[in-house]
C-alpha cells in the first residue's frame, strides 16, 4: 500500500501538466556555488552548471523532491532545502550524491512523507542532516536516519517526539551533535545513548523530562537538560572518569541539589531556575553524597562516595531558594573563575581561607545579605563583586581593600555609608573607598547617602561613579578629589541636589554627567578646559543657562538632554545659538520648550528664533514709550485743567470788587 501511494505521487509529479516555469535570472553564481534562496521557485532550476558544490533552494516554494530535479547534480557538498513545503521525497533520491555532505530540510512538511513509512535512504556520505521544524513525531526519524553511517551532527528540534526509543539511531552510530531541543520528550529508553561511542554534545533542553536517574554517558562532554521538568538528577555509581565538561540544568523542578559523577571534568555547571532551598554536606541518596564535596583530605584518601569539582570554572545556582553558602561547599573549587548565587535568600556570605583563589566574578545580588565578611587575601583575583539589591549596612571599613584586583563594585540598594578622608577604625560603622588599587567602577545608587565626605575616593582610579536616588545628598567642595585624571562618567540623577558645590571643571576626563532630575537653578561654572561630551540637565528648575558657561560646553559637548526645564525662551539666545549654528545634539529637542510671554503657554525652543525676542524687546519698548507719552498728556490735561479753573475763579473775584 505504501509502494503504491509512492508510485502515485511520483506519477504525478512526472505527469504534471502545468507549464515548466523559467529559469530565474536572478540565482547567484559564485564560482562553485548557486543561491536560489526566496524566489518562489517551485522546483529546482534546471540548467545550472552540473559541478556546482553548494546548491541554496531554501525559502522557496519547493513541494515534490524527485529524481528529475536534483538527481544529476552529483557533486553536491551542501544542499539546503530550509523553509520549503516538502512533502515527498523520491526514495534513494541522496544515493547518487557521492559528494553530498552537508543537507538541511529544516522548516518543510516530512511528517506527511513519514506517515508512508518509506526510508528516504541511504545518506551514505552525508555528515550533516537537519529536520528540524518538520512536524515529525515519535518512530518517524528512524526512515531519515537508518542507513547513515557518516552522520556526525543531527538536529531534531522544534518537532513533536515524545520519546527516544533504545534503537532511534541505531543506523547512525557515528553521532557526535544530537539537537533535540523544543520537543515534547519525556520518556527516554535505557541505552537510547549507548551506542553512540562519540557521542559529544546532545540538547535535550525544552522538553517535559521528568528524572534522570542513572546518567552514564561517559564520553558525553556537553548536555543540556534546561527548561524542563527535572525533579531528580543522578549520575549512576562508577570509579570511570565521565569526560562531560558542561551541564546545564537551568530552569527545572530541581528540589535538591543534583548528584554529579564522582569522578568528573566538569567546568561548567548551571543549576539556576530550580527550587533548590539549601546545602546538605551529608545527605545522600541511594548512599550517594550529594553534589557538594567534603574533601578536607587529600585527593589520594578520598572514599568512594566523594565528589570533588578539582576543573569547575562555572558555577550558576542562581534563582533558587538557598538560605546560607557554608564553607565547606567550595572546599575543591580551587579552579572556580565565576560564582553566581543571585536572587536567593541568603543572608550572610563569609570567608576565612583562600578557598576561591582563582575566582573573577562574585555575583551575591538581589538577597537578604546583612553582612559580607572576607580576611585578607581571600579572593586574590577577584574583579568583579555583585552586591546589589541586599540590605547591607555594615561592612568591614577596609574590606575592599583587601581585593587588590577589584575593578568593578555594584553596592546599589544597600545602605552603605563612607567613611572620611584617612579614617583609621571602624568606629564609624562605615566604608572605605580609599586606595582601591585598580577599582574603576563603583555603583552607590539608592543607598541613603546623606554626604560624600572630602576625597572619599583618593588614590582609588574611578572612571564610572553612580551616586544617583540618594535624596538630599551633600557634596563636599572636595568630593572628588583624587579623581581629575580619571573619572569619566558621573551619575548624580534624582538627589534633589539644588546646586553643585563641588567643581566639575578639574575633572579633566569627565566626558558623560547626568545631573537629570534634580532642582538645579543655576549650573556650575565650567572653563574652557571642559572635556564633557554628554550632558543630561533633564527636569530641573533651570531658567537660565550662563552665557560663559554653554561657551565652555560648547567646545567639546556633542550630546545635551535639557527637557522639562522652565526655560525662557529670551533668556537664553546664546544656547538657542548653539542649537542651531554647532554640532551639538539635543535628542530630546521636541520636550524642550521654553515661556516666550509671561502667562503663556510654553513653546518649542526650535520655533524660537532670536527676531522674535529682539521683536519682543522692540514691542516692549514702544508699549514703554506710549505708556510714558500717555502719562505726559494727562499730567499736562490736568495741568491746563487746574490753569482753565485758577484763571475763572479769578475773573468772579474781579466781578463781585
Given at each position: 500500500m505504501a509502494l503504491a501511494v509512492l508510485l502515485f505521487l511520483l506519477c504525478c509529479e512526472l505527469t504534471d501538466s502545468r507549464p515548466s516555469r523559467p529559469v530565474p535570472s536572478s540565482c547567484t553564481v559564485i564560482q562553485m556555488k548557486v543561491f536560489c534562496s526566496d524566489l518562489a521557485l517551485h522546483s529546482a532550476p534546471q540548467d545550472l552548471p552540473q559541478d556546482i558544490h553548494t546548491l541554496d533552494l531554501s525559502c522557496n516554494q519547493l513541494q515534490n523532491l524527485s529524481q528529475e530535479s536534483l538527481a544529476f547534480h552529483t557533486n553536491l557538498h551542501h544542499l539546503n532545502l530550509h523553509g520549503?513545503?516538502?512533502?515527498?521525497?523520491?526514495?534513494?533520491?541522496f544515493a547518487g550524491m557521492t559528494q553530498l555532505k552537508i543537507l538541511d530540510l529544516s522548516r518543510n512538511h516530512l511528517?506527511?512523507?513519514?506517515?508512508?513509512?518509506?526510508?528516504?535512504?541511504?545518506?551514505?556520505?552525508?555528515?550533516?542532516?537537519?529536520?528540524?521544524?518538520?512536524?515529525?513525531?515519535?518512530?518517524?526519524?528512524?526512515?531519515?536516519?537508518?542507513?547513515?553511517p557518516l552522520l556526525v551532527n543531527l538536529s531534531l528540534s522544534g518537532n513533536s517526539i515524545t520519546k527516544i526509543s533504545s534503537d532511534a539511531f541505531r543506523g547512525s552510530l557515528s553521532l557526535r551533535n544530537v539537537n533535540l531541543h523544543n520537543n515534547v520528550i519525556m520518556e527516554i529508553e535505557d541505552g537510547a545513548f549507548d551506542l553512540l561511542d562519540h557521542l559529544s554534545d546532545l540538547d535535550l533542553s525544552k522538553n517535559s523530562i521528568n528524572c534522570i536517574t542513572d546518567f552514564n554517558l561517559y564520553n558525553l562532554r556537553s548536555l543540556n537538560l534546561s527548561q524542563n521538568s527535572l525533579e531528580t538528577f543522578q549520575s549512576s555509581p562508577s570509579d570511570e572518569i565521565y569526560q562531560l565538561l558542561s551541564l546545564d540544568l537551568s530552569q527545572n523542578k530541581l528540589p535538591l541539589l543534583p548528584l554529579i559523577?564522582?569522578?568528573n571534568k566538569l567546568e561548567y555547571l548551571d543549576i539556576s531556575r530550580n527550587q533548590i532551598q539549601g546545602v546538605n554536606v551529608t545527605g545522600s541518596y541511594s548512599g550517594q553524597i550529594f553534589f557538594l564535596c567534603t574533601c578536607l583530605v587529600p585527593a589520594p584518601s578520598l572514599t568512594k562516595h566523594h565528589t570533588c569539582f578539582y576543573h569547575l570554572r562555572y558555577?550558576?545556582?542562581?534563582?533558587?531558594?538557598?538560605?546560607?553558602?557554608?564553607e565547606s561547599l567550595f572546599y575543591t573549587m580551587m579552579s572556580l573563575e565565576v560564582l553566581n548565587v543571585s536572587n536567593n535568600c541568603i543572608t550572610s556570605f563569609s570567608l576565612s581561607r583562600d578557598l576561591l583563589p582563582k575566582v573573577r566574578i562574585l555575583n551575591l545580588s538581589e538577597n537578604f545579605l546583612q553582612t559580607f565578611q572576607i580576611t585578607p587575601e581571600t579572593l586574590p583575583s577577584l574583579e568583579e563583586l555583585y552586591l546589589n539589591r541586599n540590605s547591607l549596612t555594615t561592612l568591614g571599613f577596609q574590606t575592599f581593600k583587601s581585593?587588590?584586583?577589584?575593578?568593578?563594585?555594584?553596592?546599589?540598594?544597600?545602605?552603605?555609608?563612607?567613611?572620611?578622608?584617612?579614617?583609621?577604625d571602624n568606629s564609624e560603622s562605615c566604608v572605605s573607598f580609599e586606595s582601591i588599587p585598580n577599582l574603576e567602577y563603583l555603583d552607590l545608587s539608592e543607598n541613603n547617602l546623606q554626604r560624600i565626605p572630602s576625597g572619599a575616593f583618593r588614590n582609588?582610579?574611578?572612571?564610572?561613579?553612580?551616586?544617583?536616588?540618594?535624596?538630599?545628598?551633600?557634596?563636599?567642595?572636595?568630593?572628588?578629589?583624587?579623581?581629575?585624571n580619571s573619572l569619566v562618567h558621573l551619575f548624580l540623577k534624582e538627589n534633589n541636589i539644588t546646586a553643585l558645590n563641588s567643581d566639575l571643571s578639574l575633572l579633566t576626563n569627565l566626558k558623560?554627567?547626568?545631573?537629570?532630575?534634580?532642582q538645579l537653578t543655576t549650573l556650575p561654572m565650567w572653563n574652557r578646559e571642559s572635556s564633557i561630551e554628554s550632558l543630561n540637565l533633564q527636569n530641573n528648575n533651570l531658567v537660565t543657562l550662563d552665557y560663559s558657561t554653554v561657551l565652555a560646553l560648547e567646545r567639546s559637548l556633542k550630546t545635551l538632554y535639557v527637557g522639562s526645564n522652565p526655560l525662557s525662551c529670551c533668556s537664553n539666545l546664546p544656547f538657542l545659538n548653539m542649537l542651531q549654528h554647532s554640532a551639538v545634539v539635543v535628542p530630546d529637542i521636541e520636550a524642550v520648550t521654553c515661556v516666550y510671554l509671561e502667562d503663556s503657554e510654553p513653546v518649542n525652543i526650535e520655533k524660537v528664533t532670536q527676531e522674535m525676542c529682539e521683536n519682543l524687546q522692540n514691542g516692549s519698548v514702544n508699549v514703554i514709550m506710549i505708556v510714558v507719552v500717555a502719562l505726559v498728556l494727562i499730567i499736562m490735561l490736568i495741568l491746563l485743567i487746574k490753569c482753565c479753573q485758577s484763571r475763572k475763579r479769578k475773573r468772579n473775584r474781579s466781578y463781585r470788587a
Amino acid at each position: 500500500m505504501a509502494l503504491a501511494v509512492l508510485l502515485f505521487l511520483l506519477c504525478c509529479e512526472l505527469t504534471d501538466s502545468r507549464p515548466s516555469r523559467p529559469v530565474p535570472s536572478s540565482c547567484t553564481v559564485i564560482q562553485m556555488k548557486v543561491f536560489c534562496s526566496d524566489l518562489a521557485l517551485h522546483s529546482a532550476p534546471q540548467d545550472l552548471p552540473q559541478d556546482i558544490h553548494t546548491l541554496d533552494l531554501s525559502c522557496n516554494q519547493l513541494q515534490n523532491l524527485s529524481q528529475e530535479s536534483l538527481a544529476f547534480h552529483t557533486n553536491l557538498h551542501h544542499l539546503n532545502l530550509h523553509g520549503n513545503k516538502i512533502h515527498f521525497i523520491q526514495p534513494g533520491l541522496f544515493a547518487g550524491m557521492t559528494q553530498l555532505k552537508i543537507l538541511d530540510l529544516s522548516r518543510n512538511h516530512l511528517n506527511a512523507f513519514a506517515v508512508h513509512k518509506t526510508q528516504i535512504g541511504p545518506l551514505g556520505t552525508i555528515e550533516s542532516l537537519d529536520l528540524s521544524s518538520n512536524g515529525l513525531y515519535t518512530g518517524m526519524t528512524d526512515y531519515f536516519l537508518n542507513d547513515s553511517p557518516l552522520l556526525v551532527n543531527l538536529s531534531l528540534s522544534g518537532n513533536s517526539i515524545t520519546k527516544i526509543s533504545s534503537d532511534a539511531f541505531r543506523g547512525s552510530l557515528s553521532l557526535r551533535n544530537v539537537n533535540l531541543h523544543n520537543n515534547v520528550i519525556m520518556e527516554i529508553e535505557d541505552g537510547a545513548f549507548d551506542l553512540l561511542d562519540h557521542l559529544s554534545d546532545l540538547d535535550l533542553s525544552k522538553n517535559s523530562i521528568n528524572c534522570i536517574t542513572d546518567f552514564n554517558l561517559y564520553n558525553l562532554r556537553s548536555l543540556n537538560l534546561s527548561q524542563n521538568s527535572l525533579e531528580t538528577f543522578q549520575s549512576s555509581p562508577s570509579d570511570e572518569i565521565y569526560q562531560l565538561l558542561s551541564l546545564d540544568l537551568s530552569q527545572n523542578k530541581l528540589p535538591l541539589l543534583p548528584l554529579i559523577p564522582r569522578k568528573n571534568k566538569l567546568e561548567y555547571l548551571d543549576i539556576s531556575r530550580n527550587q533548590i532551598q539549601g546545602v546538605n554536606v551529608t545527605g545522600s541518596y541511594s548512599g550517594q553524597i550529594f553534589f557538594l564535596c567534603t574533601c578536607l583530605v587529600p585527593a589520594p584518601s578520598l572514599t568512594k562516595h566523594h565528589t570533588c569539582f578539582y576543573h569547575l570554572r562555572y558555577l550558576d545556582m542562581s534563582y533558587n531558594n538557598f538560605q546560607s553558602l557554608p564553607e565547606s561547599l567550595f572546599y575543591t573549587m580551587m579552579s572556580l573563575e565565576v560564582l553566581n548565587v543571585s536572587n536567593n535568600c541568603i543572608t550572610s556570605f563569609s570567608l576565612s581561607r583562600d578557598l576561591l583563589p582563582k575566582v573573577r566574578i562574585l555575583n551575591l545580588s538581589e538577597n537578604f545579605l546583612q553582612t559580607f565578611q572576607i580576611t585578607p587575601e581571600t579572593l586574590p583575583s577577584l574583579e568583579e563583586l555583585y552586591l546589589n539589591r541586599n540590605s547591607l549596612t555594615t561592612l568591614g571599613f577596609q574590606t575592599f581593600k583587601s581585593l587588590p584586583n577589584l575593578r568593578v563594585l555594584h553596592l546599589q540598594e544597600n545602605n552603605i555609608h563612607i567613611c572620611p578622608h584617612n579614617i583609621l577604625d571602624n568606629s564609624e560603622s562605615c566604608v572605605s573607598f580609599e586606595s582601591i588599587p585598580n577599582l574603576e567602577y563603583l555603583d552607590l545608587s539608592e543607598n541613603n547617602l546623606q554626604r560624600i565626605p572630602s576625597g572619599a575616593f583618593r588614590n582609588t582610579p574611578l572612571k564610572h561613579l553612580d551616586l544617583s536616588l540618594n535624596p538630599g545628598l551633600v557634596l563636599h567642595r572636595d568630593s572628588f578629589s583624587g579623581l581629575e585624571n580619571s573619572l569619566v562618567h558621573l551619575f548624580l540623577k534624582e538627589n534633589n541636589i539644588t546646586a553643585l558645590n563641588s567643581d566639575l571643571s578639574l575633572l579633566t576626563n569627565l566626558k558623560y554627567v547626568d545631573l537629570s532630575t534634580n532642582q538645579l537653578t543655576t549650573l556650575p561654572m565650567w572653563n574652557r578646559e571642559s572635556s564633557i561630551e554628554s550632558l543630561n540637565l533633564q527636569n530641573n528648575n533651570l531658567v537660565t543657562l550662563d552665557y560663559s558657561t554653554v561657551l565652555a560646553l560648547e567646545r567639546s559637548l556633542k550630546t545635551l538632554y535639557v527637557g522639562s526645564n522652565p526655560l525662557s525662551c529670551c533668556s537664553n539666545l546664546p544656547f538657542l545659538n548653539m542649537l542651531q549654528h554647532s554640532a551639538v545634539v539635543v535628542p530630546d529637542i521636541e520636550a524642550v520648550t521654553c515661556v516666550y510671554l509671561e502667562d503663556s503657554e510654553p513653546v518649542n525652543i526650535e520655533k524660537v528664533t532670536q527676531e522674535m525676542c529682539e521683536n519682543l524687546q522692540n514691542g516692549s519698548v514702544n508699549v514703554i514709550m506710549i505708556v510714558v507719552v500717555a502719562l505726559v498728556l494727562i499730567i499736562m490735561l490736568i495741568l491746563l485743567i487746574k490753569c482753565c479753573q485758577s484763571r475763572k475763579r479769578k475773573r468772579n473775584r474781579s466781578y463781585r470788587a
